[in-house]
C-alpha cells in the first residue's frame, strides 16, 4: 500500500471513530476537523474525501447535503423533536433520518409542540406516528377558561396545541369564566381525550394589552420576577471601589471614554476609550460591564442568572437576566462614575491593523453618555454643537475636541473593518426593525421602523472585533483550551436552492455555483434593497442559514466570516459572556480548573434560553400589530406576498409590516390551485397568478388578537 493510500487509510479510520462514537449524531466536516484538532486545508480535504468515500459505502448515510451519520437501514423506531405547524400536523425532527418524518394530527396522540418524543416510521413512507412522551418541552399554557358546573376546559385557541385542558372541580376554585388564565399540565391518562391540568393563575381579560403581554410571559415560562433569596442577596453585594481593588487593574479613568445607546437604554453594557498615540496610530478600548466582579460562580445570583439565560425584550417590558440593582446601576457604565470593567484594548494605525492588543480587567470612568442619533446627528452634521431636538437633555450642548475627533476617527475606522468583513465574505442584512409609539396604557398608537445608521456601525464593528479577537487570544493558543464559542455553520444547500429559484422569479439572479457564495448573496441583498420585495428576500436568505449557538467546538462564524468568535461584549444580558469573562481571567491569571465548569451543558441551555426568548419577542411584537390594526377593519392597504400555501396568500402591509392571510377561497373570480415549486396560486381559467414578491391592495377583514391573527381579502374581491 502507497504512503498517500496509507494516510487515506488512516483519516477514514479516525473519522469512522468519531461517527461509532456518537452513532445518533450527525457531522459536517468541519465538526469532524475540530474533533481531530484539524486546521490545515490539506486535512481538511482529506476529511472531505473520507466522508464521500465512507458514504459510498453505506457505512455513512448522507442525512442532507454535507451532513453524514452512520448508517442503519433497519432503523423503525426513531426518536427526536415534534414540531406542529399552524395546521395542527406536525414533523419529527431527527439526526436519524435525512428528511423529517410528517405527522398527522391524528397520530400526534399525547404530545405537545417542542416535546422530545419515540415514532414508529411507516414503511415506504416518510411518515409516521408518535408512540412515546420522552421529555415535556413546557409544563405551563396559557388560555381561556370555559367553566361548568362541575368541570371546566381551558381553550389555548392555538393549533400548535391540539386539545383543551381538562380543569377538575377541585382545581376551578375562584376562577371565573371567560377569562385567561395560565395552566400547568398535571398529566394526561391514556383514556382520557384531553390532558388533566391545574390553574395556576388568572390573567386578566382577553384581548387587553397587559393581559396578552402576561400571556406571553407565562406561556413561555419566562420569570416574572426575581425570587425574595435573590434579591436579598443582590443587595448585601459589596459595590464599593477601594483602592486595594484599583491597584489590580489597569486605569483608564483618564482617557477619552464614553458610552453610545439606545435613547431608552438604562443598562449600559460597554463603553469606548480613544486616545492618539504617536505616528498615527491610536490605543481603542473596548469596555465591558465586568459583571463577574459582583455575580461570583455558584451563588444564588448566578444560578438565577444561568437559569434565565438572556435578557427578554418584549415590547412593553424588558424582563432583566439580572436585577436592576446590578443591571441599571451597579454594573452599568453610567456617565460620570467609576467602574469596573473588563476591558479589549488595540493599538491599531491608520489602515486598523492590530499591531498591539491586551486584555483584562480595567477601571474608567466614562466621560459622556450618548445616544445613537446624538452620535449620527455629530457624524452628519460636521458640528459639534448638538441641538436641543436630538439631545437627551432636549437641551443643546456642545462635545470637547478630543470626542469630536474620536467619534469620527472611529466612524472611519469602523467602515474599514466593516469593509474588511464584507470582503472577506461576511453577510451583510440592512433590516428594518419594527418599533412601536405606545401610550399611557401600553396600547400601540403608531409603528415606525429602525435602520441601522453610521452610529450603530460604528459600536456595532468595535463590538465584533473585540468579540473575534477574544475568541481568537483563546483559540489560537497552542496548549488547547476549552472555551464557549458561538458558531454558525453553512448554510442549508437545499434551502438555498430555493432561495435561487425564487429570487430568479422575481428578477434577481442567485449563482451558486461560484466559489463565493457570500459574494452573490450580498449582491442580491444589494440589489434588493429599498424595493418592494426586501423584506422577502432577507426572510427567505435568513432562513436559508443555519442558527448560531453556542458551542465549545469551534467551527466558525459563517455569516460573520470569522474563523473564531465568541459572545464577550453584553454580560449584562446574556450568561454566555459572563462565563467568558471568568473564563479568560482564569486562562491569564492560569487559575482554571475543568471541574467548575459543564461547557458544553452551557453552551446547550443558552442558545436553548436565547430561541426561546426570540420566539417570545417575535409573538410580543405580533400581538401590538394586530392590536394596532384592530381599528382598521374595512380599510385598504398596499402589500406585498410574502408567503404562499395551498391554503392560501401571506400578505405583508408595505406601510407598516403588519403580515395576514388571505384563504384561498376568498379569492373570488376563478378556482386557484397551488403550484409548490413555483410558489405561487394559479388560476385554472383566467390564468391569473399569485406570486412571491407581486403587490397587491387588500381590505383589512378581520384583526384577532387572541390568536394574534390578521385576516384579509383582496381589495377588488369587496368591490
Known amino acids: 500500500m502507497s504512503k498517500k493510500k496509507k494516510i487515506n487509510r488512516k483519516i477514514q479510520l479516525k473519522v469512522l471513530s468519531i461517527f461509532k462514537a456518537n452513532p445518533n449524531k ?44 452512520l448508517f442503519n437501514d433497519k432503523k423503525i423506531q426513531i426518536e427526536g423533536v415534534l414540531n406542529i405547524n399552524s395546521s395542527g400536523n406536525g414533523y419529527l425532527l431527527t439526526s436519524e433520518e435525512k428528511e423529517d418524518i410528517f405527522i398527522h394530527r391524528k397520530n400526534i396522540t399525547y404530545a405537545f409542540d417542542g416535546d422530545y418524543v419515540k415514532a414508529y416510521k411507516f414503511n415506504g413512507k416518510n411518515e409516521g406516528e408518535i408512540v412515546e412522551v420522552l421529555e415535556r ?22 393549533n400548535k396545541v391540539h386539545t383543551d385542558f381538562f380543569i377538575e372541580q377541585k382545581e376551578l376554585k375562584d376562577f371565573k369564566d371567560g377569562e385567561k388564565v395560565a395552566v400547568e399540565f398535571k398529566e394526561w391518562p391514556k383514556r382520557a381525550s384531553s390532558p ?27 420569570p416574572e420576577k426575581f425570587p425574595d433569596v435573590v434579591e436579598k442577596f443582590t443587595k448585601n453585594i459589596d459595590t464599593k471601589i477601594y483602592k486595594n481593588l484599583i491597584g489590580k487593574r489597569k486605569d483608564f479613568r483618564k482617557k477619552t471614554t464614553f458610552t453610545i445607546d439606545p435613547r431608552s ?56 437576566m439580572l436585577p436592576e440593582l446590578l443591571s441599571n446601576e451597579v454594573c452599568s457604565l453610567i456617565p460620570q462614575k467609576e467602574k469596573f470593567t473588563f476591558s479589549a484594548v488595540f493599538v491599531v494605525n491608520d489602515k486598523v491593523e492590530i499591531e498591539k492588543e491586551w486584555f483584562g480587567k480595567t477601571i474608567i470612568y466614562s466621560d459622556h453618555r450618548f445616544s445613537y442619533e446624538e452620535v449620527q446627528y455629530i457624524l452628519e452634521s460636521k458640528d459639534k454643537n448638538v441641538s436641543a431636538e436630538v439631545s437627551l437633555t432636549e437641551k443643546a450642548y456642545s462635545i470637547s475636541e478630543e470626542v469630536f475627533s474620536a467619534l469620527n476617527t472611529l466612524n472611519n475606522y469602523a467602515k474599514i473593518l466593516r469593509n474588511k468583513r464584507i470582503s472577506r465574505g461576511a453577510l451583510t442584512f440592512e433590516r428594518e426593525e419594527v418599533s412601536f409609539n405606545l401610550d399611557k396604557e401600553d396600547n400601540p398608537e403608531s409603528i415606525f421602523f429602525k435602520t441601522p445608521k453610521d452610529s450603530n456601525k460604528l459600536v456595532e464593528e468595535f463590538m465584533l472585533l473585540a468579540n473575534k479577537r477574544v475568541a481568537e487570544f483563546i483559540g489560537k493558543q497552542k496548549q488547547k483550551r476549552e472555551f464557549v464559542y458561538r458558531v454558525h455553520d453553512l448554510p442549508d444547500q437545499e434551502k438555498l436552492l430555493n432561495l435561487k ?22 449582491n442580491l441583498l444589494k440589489e434588493s434593497h429599498g424595493k418592494n420585495e426586501q423584506d422577502l428576500i432577507d426572510t427567505l436568505t435568513i432562513r436559508s442559514m443555519s442558527k448560531a449557538e453556542y458551542n465549545t467546538k469551534n467551527i466558525g462564524h459563517y455569516g460573520l466570516a470569522f474563523d473564531y468568535y465568541t459572545h464577550f461584549t453584553s454580560p449584562i444580558r446574556r450568561y454566555p459572556d459572563l462565563l467568558v469573562h471568568r473564563l479568560v481571567e482564569s486562562y491569564t491569571n492560569n487559575s482554571y480548573d ?34 394596532f390594526m384592530q381599528d382598521k377593519i374595512d380599510q385598504k392597504f398596499k402589500g406585498v406576498i410574502s408567503g404562499v400555501t395551498e391554503r ?24 386557484f390551485t397551488y403550484e409548490e415549486g413555483k410558489h405561487r396560486l394559479i388560476g385554472e381559467k383566467s390564468k391569473v397568478i399569485y406570486q412571491l414578491g407581486a403587490v397587491l391592495e387588500i381590505v383589512v377583514k378581520k384583526a384577532d388578537i387572541i390568536k394574534k391573527q390578521l385576516d384579509f381579502v383582496l381589495s377588488n374581491s369587496t368591490e
Open 26 to 69: 450527525t457531522f459536517n466536516y468541519k465538526q469532524i476537523a475540530a474533533r481531530l484538532e484539524f486546521s490545515d486545508t490539506n486535512s481538511r480535504n482529506l476529511i472531505i474525501k473520507s466522508l464521500s468515500k465512507l458514504s459510498s459505502k453505506k457505512i455513512l448515510k448522507q442525512n442532507s447535503p454535507g451532513k453524514y451519520t
Open 137 to 158: 418541552k413546557k409544563q405551563f399554557f396559557v388560555g381561556i377558561l370555559d367553566r361548568k358546573k362541575d368541570y371546566g376546559f381551558v381553550n389555548t385557541k392555538k
Open 196 to 222: 388533566f391540568g391545574r390553574i395556576v393563575k388568572t390573567l386578566g381579560p382577553p384581548g387587553e394589552v397587559n393581559t396578552e403581554m402576561n400571556a406571553i410571559v407565562s406561556d413561555y415560562g419566562l
Open 265 to 320: 437604554a438604562k443598562d449600559f453594557d460597554d463603553a469606548i476609550s480613544f486616545t492618539p498615540l504617536l505616528g498615527n496610530k491610536y490605543e481603542i478600548g473596548v469596555h465591558i460591564a465586568d459583571v463577574s466582579h459582583y455575580v461570583e460562580p455558584n451563588s444564588v445570583l448566578d444560578e438565577e442568572a444561568y437559569k434565565r439565560g438572556t435578557s427578554v425584550y418584549l415590547v412593553d417590558r424588558v424582563i432583566p
Open 501 to 522: 429559484k425564487i429570487a430568479k422569479g422575481l428578477g434577481y439572479e442567485l449563482n451558486l455555483q461560484s466559489k463565493n457564495i457570500n459574494k452573490s448573496l450580498n
Open 594 to 627: 475543568s471541574k467548575g465548569y459543564k461547557l458544553e451543558e452551557i453552551c446547550k441551555h443558552s442558545s436553548d434560553r436565547e430561541q426561546l426568548a426570540t420566539k417570545a419577542e417575535r409573538e410580543s411584537i405580533k400581538y401590538m400589530q394586530v392590536k
Open 648 to 671: 392560501g396568500i401571506y400578505i405583508e402591509i408595505l406601510e407598516n409590516k403588519c403580515e395576514g392571510f388571505i384563504k384561498i377561497n376568498e379569492i373570488k373570480g376563478d378556482f
